[in-house]
């Protein structure tokens, strides 16, 4: 299947800080989706992303679809200690697998107060 | 508010035992839903797709007598672990997507599985 590189794999902020992950991939995906996990708990979609070069702002989260369809990133501004948390990009293309998605290994984003 | 509710959030049973995980759809009713195992500090696995009114369809390594799956209505699907051993402890997600949308799945808050 379709490999999609998340980086960083984890991060370790001030609080106050902006951050930026991104994932990238070989191929071409139709749609960018950005979910956050909080520990015990089940992934939490923050952001979709259908067109490419669309960008999107969701409060403080802010993620772009890559103008050649194979990267995406998310930006997190002025973060705050509830930003803590796993965050996962997920990209779907045509032939995907049976749920439609493949998922990044995840950002761990730890913040220091 | 949550689209889609898992129960229960953690179960510990005995090795041996079956356990049963429910997976429901709140507000939309969803012909599939699909089941997730995630190990610590590891992104999702999709293990299978749960089809309402037909048999789920299993991702290539994943037992299906192990994983018994049924999806008897258009808002609830199960998944069994059955005889279950320690190395079936383990983080268990489901989704569902909304009808008329074809992309973002909507998950469930997991259940931490642990086998003694």
């Known amino acids: 299947g379709q490999q999609l590189n998340q980086s960083p794999q984890s991060m370790f902020i001030q609080e106050g800080e902006d951050v930026s992950m991104n994932c990238t991939s070989s191929s071409i995906f139709n749609t960018w989706l950005w979910y956050k996990q909080d520990p015990g708990e089940g992934p939490v979609l923050l952001i979709a992303?259908?067109?490419?070069?669309e960008l999107t702002s969701n409060g403080r989260l802010t993620a772009q679809f890559g103008t050649t369809r194979k990267d995406s990133f998310l930006n997190i501004s002025a973060s705050i200690p509830s930003d803590v948390g796993i965050y996962f990009c997920?990209?779907?293309?045509?032939?995907?697998?049976?749920?439609?998605?493949?998922f990044g290994k995840g950002t761990h984003l730890i913040i220091q107060p | 508010g949550a689209v889609v509710s898992q129960h229960p959030s953690r179960v510990i049973c005995k090795s041996g035992t079956s356990v049963k995980i429910e997976c429901r759809s709140l507000d939309f009713q969803a012909t599939t839903m699909f089941w997730y195992r995630q190990f610590p500090k590891q992104s999702l696995m999709l293990m299978a797709t749960?089809?309402?009114?037909?048999?789920?369809?299993?991702e290539q390594g994943v037992e299906k007598d192990k994983f018994l799956i049924n999806h008897a209505s258009l808002t609830l699907s199960t998944l069994t672990v059955t005889s279950a051993h320690p190395e079936d402890s383990s983080f268990y997600i489901c989704?569902?997507?909304?009808?008329?949308?074809?992309?973002?799945?909507?998950f469930g808050n997991g259940t931490r599985l642990t086998v003694t």
């Open positions: 749960s089809n309402e009114g037909s048999k789920a369809t299993y």
């Open positions: 992303l259908y067109k490419a070069g």
């Open positions: 989704s569902a997507r909304r009808p008329g949308t074809f992309t973002a799945l909507h």
């Open positions: 997920a990209g779907r293309y045509s032939g995907g697998g049976a749920d439609g998605l493949t």
